[in-house]
């Protein structure tokens, strides 16, 4: 051995120069079955059908059943505005007096008593979002 590498083991320190740079040789616990076992290299279950188990595990955890609902275009419930004559439309972008767009005000419909064209948050004086 040379003069060299003689130096970098000892800048090691003691009982380190032939030591492996792993754990081997230590016992671990397995995760899933709680056995004491001795890993080969990052082996972190003690066998396949534990190594299985684990995977179907987390595969499993993260499979909540979730519904989610169908998309819904938010247009024919849209309320739009005139600027020009106030006029106001559900579902409707352009205005039939002015020829022109209107702008959105909002989530709505039509009153069921008046037929008027009323937004939500004119109803309950609160934000709503879709």
């Given at each position: 051995?040379?003069?060299?590498?003689?130096s970098?083991?000892?800048?090691?320190?003691?009982?380190?120069?032939?030591?492996?740079?792993?754990?081997?040789?230590?016992?671990?616990?397995c995760p899933?079955?709680?056995?004491?076992?001795?890993p080969?290299?990052?082996?972190?279950?003690?066998?396949?059908?534990c190594?299985?188990t684990?995977?179907?595990r987390?595969?499993d955890?993260?499979n909540?059943t979730?519904?989610?609902?169908?998309?819904?275009?938010?247009r024919p419930?849209t309320?739009?505005?005139?600027d020009?004559?106030?006029?106001?439309?559900?579902g409707?972008?352009?205005?039939e007096?002015?020829?022109t767009?209107?702008?959105?005000?909002?989530i709505g419909?039509?009153c069921?008593?008046?037929?008027?064209?009323?937004?939500v948050?004119?109803l309950?004086?609160?934000?709503?979002?879709?």
């Open positions: 051995m040379s003069a060299d590498l003689a970098n083991a000892d800048d090691l320190g003691p009982g380190r120069a032939g030591s492996p740079s792993c754990h081997d040789g230590v016992t671990m616990t899933v079955c709680q056995q004491p076992f001795t080969a290299g990052r082996q972190k279950y003690c066998t396949d059908a190594r299985a684990a995977y179907r987390r595969r955890a993260g909540a979730v519904v989610v609902p169908k998309a819904q275009p938010r419930v309320v739009y505005e005139c020009g004559c106030g006029a106001r439309a559900v409707e972008q352009r205005c007096e002015c020829r767009f209107m702008r959105r005000v909002g419909g039509l069921p008593c008046c037929e008027e064209a009323v937004v948050n004119e309950l004086g609160q934000e709503v979002i879709a």
